[in-house]
C-alpha cells in the first residue's frame, strides 16, 4: 500500500517538511516514490507548496493521504471530493 505523507527536513527545533508518496513499510525520513512538494510551518501564514495534479494523479492510482496531508491539501486547494477534474 502507498501513502501521501511528511517526510521530516531541516535543523533541529527548526523543521520543514516534503510531501512524498512513499511505501507503508518504508521509515519516515526514508525510501519515497516521489516529491509533491513541501510545507514549512514555522512562517506566518505557513508555507504550502504541492504540486495538485500530480497529487490528484497518485489519489486516483490508490494512495491514502495521512489525515495531516490530506489537510494540507484542502488548504492547498485540492477538493478530496470530486477528483475527476
Known sequence: ???IR???MGKRGRPSYRVVVAD???PRDGK???I???YDPIPEPAVINI???KAKDWIRKGAQP???VKR???QAGLDLNNLNG
Open 1 to 3: 500500500m502507498v501513502k
Open 6 to 8: 511528511l517526510r521530516r
Open 24 to 26: 507503508v513499510h518504508s
Open 32 to 34: 519515497f516514490i516521489d
Open 36 to 38: 509533491l512538494g513541501f
Open 51 to 53: 504540486d495538485l495534479e
Open 66 to 68: 495521512t489525515d495531516t
Open 72 to 74: 494540507l491539501l484542502i
